[in-house]
């Protein structure tokens, strides 16, 4: 289960309200939260240590959860299961950001959100979060998946072996490397890759979630502020 997720259940017997504590969305949750070189994109930045991810009900989402998780979930290298394992419980954030935008890290990755034991919950920014697991009848879940739109990375494992953000990109359909991002590739789109607001090098796909860590992919023109921490309040 997700390590941050309030399922509430009203019993209505004498106005007693049980609050059921546990991982994944809840109805009253509501967390916050898209031919020049990466270097060049990474100079138009004003990077503040306080800049923090953007809400959730700013971004737009340009590339939904794909609809076959548990089969994407294998071609990720991870194994899907019937209910989530806490031995290993950590949570990342990603932020995306296209000319400046930011773009919607969709709810339900690595979850198969058709089985009857995945519970969801409406949002008050309009968006459907998913969790709430007790034992699915077959796989539906990835120990690597997301609950809701925040973007907030969920691991819940029983491997201690850190999860990568490639393997999050393999199970959410979206094509990523070090040159190019989806469609969108250097150097034709400039693209950048920070970690706690620092830009770094190399291959993204190797990138650690480890817990508490900020991740934002820039696509194109970079906004004016490059997140450095993220809300895990909620998480």
């Known amino acids: 289960m997700r390590m941050r997720m309030f399922l509430r259940l009203t019993i209505g017997v004498a106005g007693l309200v049980l609050v059921v504590a546990g991982c994944g969305a809840s109805p009253s949750s509501s967390p916050t939260r898209a031919s020049q070189s990466a270097s060049a994109a990474a100079s138009q930045v004003a990077s503040s240590p306080v800049a923090a991810a953007p809400t959730p009900e700013s971004a737009v989402l340009v590339w939904p959860a794909p609809p076959n998780p548990m089969e994407l979930t294998v071609q990720a290298g991870l194994k899907p299961q019937p209910k989530e394992f806490l031995t290993n419980h950590v949570h990342a954030h990603l932020d995306v950001f296209l000319d400046g935008k930011a773009l919607t890290v969709p709810s339900g ?30 796989a539906c879940i990835s120990p690597l998946h997301t609950h809701d739109v925040s973007g907030i990375i969920h691991t819940e494992s029983a491997d201690p072996k850190p999860n990568t953000l490639g393997e ?24 950048a890759i920070y970690v706690d607001g620092e830009l770094t090098t190399g291959d993204p796909r190797a990138i650690e979630l480890t817990n508490q860590r900020e991740i934002a992919i820039v696509v194109g023109t970079p906004p004016p502020e490059i997140p450095k921490t993220a809300d895990f309040s909620q998480a």
Do not use: H, M, Q
């Open 109 to 138: 990755i690595g979850i198969k959100v058709e089985n009857p034991a995945v519970r969801r919950f409406s949002e008050p920014d309009g968006s459907i979060s998913y969790g709430g697991i007790d034992l699915c009848n077959e």
């Open 168 to 191: 999050l990109f393999v199970e959410w359909g979206v094509p990523l490397d070090a040159s190019c991002v989806a469609t969108y590739c250097s150097p034709a789109t400039p693209i």
